[in-house]
């Protein structure tokens, strides 16, 4: 009964505050404290009785009482925050207030007027018996106050962290505790696991959905290329003035990387019992990603705290990015990189028992983090490429590539995980990682094929390629980017894993596809230049390719004598108006797919999607580096070296541009995916944008990387074929035999130097990810749906 007493008594506190025309003042406690004071109201409760068009009607009304609610609320967490909350109804206070709080903050930030007014002072502010909150510094803003005293509240005994108290008359001093000693989890920096305790989880988790509301301001401003703005709130939490800033990264960091849904290993425990921890864990690693999206403004991330002289004009330095770039000890890489890897393989495992393990649903999350960590920490980066256990990062991203390549509601997650691959396979160790024979087996709905963690990631590309939606097309310069990168390295590529990159070929050099766009002729240039790499420093173990190359040997005989008289073209172009189907789905030599996987799924209708800016194109997300005789890297400039046929590729239309940015690269708008798409069809539709010339076709043709491959070719098919009629041979590991022990020692061109395309940042790609983690914030976020229904402006809500 007291709970529907006390839902009733905030409910009637909420209507008189939409009805009183007249301001309240700040003084009137009895009116103020009906909201905080004697409610036990959960923060799906605040949400249901504290209605949107409600807020917004005191927003506009009566601004003076929307203002000193949210005042006497940040007031009441500021004296919580300094009496460290000693009854347990100071406490119910400080959670109704942190819930209140959170319900109204977007309200505050869609309207432009109400943005300023957390960075204002209050007027009188210390009059109402909080002389403290201003004593040390003037008044400060409202909102660095609400920081501080949350910051202080994360680290409050008995409240969100276990009392070192001694006896039961000692008190522990708010302002003297050192939260180093309180950090919430064991791992970077700490070795004490302080116990569970689900009620202390439960109250972080409310302050840490708070604090993510105040970052949240970031979804309510359009997407810019200007990256020196600052989140003003993001700024100051994570700058100096914040005494927690180091115990809370790495409380957070922890918490995150030392969580095992799993458990205990009881088949469907997590139906028996709510994991507080969980929902703890998601919060956390949201907050973590969103203050590691700004680095201060800082130009590049420095390699050690030493150059501070340049960071004090950027604007103040973020702490948390400073933390995470100076993490070097062996043992903390390898709790945050298992940590991650347990988590990011948490949705593959398979049971006999069905749904009886916990699946966690925050892995698009981890990825950002992931990234983040080998942005910031180069460290990190090698130690990851150092061993095998970069293959427990990539098992997991490929299977989320496979599972969502169907699907347009997660071509976000596409994205990220394309990301991820682009950077680690600039690095020679992942090529040679690759080379592991991959034996897990994870359900996938691609090919059985027995082969090494390079044959998977293959297969996948494919499957991604030739089976995936139209909106994926803008990654394949990507992709194949991915493979030219690797390829150098690879030892032995399956029969399979040859087949398809072979199938890809004969798909992209197809008249019609290679004419219908300005830039398809770059993905024949990369695979091109992934079978020469092969060719010429891997040819000892890839007879399957070789062989592969000889049986679809009439696919080179056609790039070499591609037509280029203006009768061809137009042919060709009518062809594709017949069939506009980009690939031919029906894959070379498909075979059956693995036990217990499940294909590939479009969005169900209804999923709801967050846009996103379109992503620039493959020569602005890489750039070019040649590997010397010892193995060091050396940067290519920028202009288009000759040295190479197939390095000139972005001579050839003037631009390296993946469909989804082509010719604005220089413009700061930035296109939301849909009126890129729009863009895509009003182009394709108008034949005026863009035709194929003769002298179009001839530029690039005569660049064609042809000759390695015609060369093996004319040495080695007669030699088959004179084998096949000698020994009347059709069985075709006969063959694959003599290609084995062949060799083209003396009789290919001299080696070219290998070309790697590195990941570099850029504002397009910034700008990219910052529209991406905020989306997936806001869709993640519905229980309470924070954001949900009001004016964000950094991506749009589509239903699918």
């Not at 009964?1 to 006390?6: K, L, N, P, Q, Y």
């Not at 070499?560 to 069939?579: C, E, F, V």
């Not at 939301?672 to 394709?684: D, F, G, K, Q």
Request: net charge negative; glycine share 4%.
């Amino acid at each position: 009964m007291g709970s529907t007493d006390s839902k009733l008594n905030f409910r009637k506190a909420v209507i008189q505050l939409t009805t009183k025309t007249q301001p309240v003042e700040a003084t009137d406690d009895a009116f103020w404290d009906q909201f905080w004071a004697d409610t036990t109201t959960t923060v799906q409760d605040v949400f249901a009785l504290v209605p949107a068009a409600e807020i917004r009607a005191v927003r506009e009304e009566s601004p003076s009482n929307l203002a000193t609610l949210c005042y006497k609320a940040v007031e009441k967490l500021v004296q919580g925050a300094e009496s460290g909350c000693p009854s347990e109804r100071e406490k119910q206070v400080i959670l109704n207030c942190t819930r209140i709080l959170t319900r109204i903050l977007p309200y505050i930030f869609e309207d432009q007027d109400w943005r300023g007014f957390f960075w204002s002072t209050v007027p009188g502010a210390g009059h109402a018996g909080t002389d403290e909150l201003d004593d040390d510094d003037g008044a400060r803003p409202l909102a660095e106050s609400l920081l501080l005293a949350v910051a202080d509240l994360l680290f409050c005994p008995d409240f969100t962290v276990h009392s070192h108290k001694r006896g039961p008359d000692s008190i522990e001093n708010m302002q003297s505790i050192d939260s180093c000693e309180y950090i919430w989890e064991s791992g970077v920096g700490f070795a004490q696991s302080p116990p569970l305790n689900y009620i202390h989880d439960l109250n972080r988790t409310e302050l840490l959905r708070l604090l993510l509301t105040c970052f949240s301001e970031a979804m309510y401003l359009p997407p810019s290329s200007d990256n020196n703005v600052l989140n003003p709130w993001v700024t100051f939490f994570c700058s100096t003035e914040n005494r927690h800033a180091l115990p809370l990264f790495t409380s957070l960091l922890n918490v995150v990387c030392a969580y095992d849904p799993v458990g205990y290993g009881i088949p469907y425990n997590h139906l028996l019992f709510s994991d507080y921890r969980e929902q703890l864990v998601e919060q956390a690693v949201q907050i973590l990603i969103v203050t590691l999206e700004h680095d201060g403004g800082v130009p590049h991330r420095p390699a050690s705290p030493s150059s501070m002289e340049e960071q004090e004009s950027a604007g103040p330095e973020n702490l948390f990015v400073n933390y995470l770039s100076r993490i070097h000890r062996e043992e903390d890489f390898d709790f945050v990189l298992k940590g991650l890897a347990r988590l990011l393989t948490n949705p593959l495992t398979q049971t006999y028992l069905p749904n009886s393990t916990k699946k966690i649903q925050f892995h698009q999350e981890l990825l950002v983090l992931f990234w983040k960590l080998c942005d910031f920490n180069k460290k990190f980066l090698f130690f990851v490429l150092k061993s095998s256990d970069v293959l427990d990062i990539l098992v997991p991203i490929l299977y989320y590539l496979n599972d969502a390549r169907a699907d347009q509601s997660r071509v976000g997650l596409m994205h990220i995980g394309v990301f991820i691959l682009l950077l680690l396979s600039g690095e020679r160790n992942f090529g040679v990682r690759l080379n592991k024979p991959y034996s897990i087996h994870v359900p996938m709905d691609i090919p059985v094929f027995t082969g090494t963690h390079a044959d998977l990631l293959i297969v996948v590309f494919h499957k991604i390629i030739t089976t995936g939606h139209q909106r994926l097309q803008p990654l394949f310069d990507c992709l194949l980017t991915i493979v030219v990168n690797v390829s150098p390295y690879l030892k032995s590529l399956s029969m399979v894993a040859a087949n398809k990159l072979l199938h890809l070929l004969e798909a992209f050099s197809t008249c019609w596809f290679l004419f219908s766009a300005a830039q398809n002729h770059h993905l024949v240039f990369f695979l091109l230049e992934a079978f020469n790499n092969i060719i010429q420093y891997q040819f000892d173990g890839n007879c399957n390719l070789v062989y592969a190359i000889i049986r679809k040997r009439n696919v080179f005989h056609q790039l070499a004598n591609l037509p280029s008289d203006p009768t061809s073209i137009q042919k060709a172009l009518q062809r594709k108006k017949k069939s506009p189907d980009v690939i031919s789905r029906t894959s070379s030599q498909e075979t059956v797919s693995m036990e217990g996987s499940h294909p590939a799924v479009p969005a169900e209708p209804g999923t709801l999607k967050a846009s996103l800016v379109a992503i620039p194109g493959i020569d602005k997300l890489t750039e070019k580096s040649q590997v010397s005789e010892d193995g060091t890297m050396v940067s290519v400039p920028k202009t288009d070296s000759p040295h190479t046929a197939q390095s000139d590729q972005s001579a050839a239309a003037g631009t390296s541009d993946t469909e989804s940015n082509s010719g604005r690269d220089n413009e700061d708008v930035f296109y939301t995916e849909a009126e890129m798409e729009r863009r895509r069809l009003s182009s394709a539709s108008s034949t005026s944008f863009w035709a194929p010339t003769p002298e179009w076709v001839l530029s690039w043709k005569c660049k064609l990387p042809l000759q390695t491959i015609m060369r093996l070719l004319q040495v080695l098919v007669p030699q088959v074929e004179k084998i096949c009629i000698d020994k009347g041979l059709t069985d075709e590991s006969e063959i694959l035999k003599f290609l084995q022990h062949g060799t083209l020692v003396g009789l290919l061109p001299v080696p070219h130097p290998i070309l790697i395309r590195k990941y570099q940042a850029n504002a397009g790609t910034a700008m990219w990810f910052r529209t991406y983690m905020w989306g997936v914030v806001y869709l993640r976020n519905v229980d309470p749906p924070i954001w949900y229904d009001t004016d964000v402006r950094l991506f749009e809500i589509q239903r699918m």
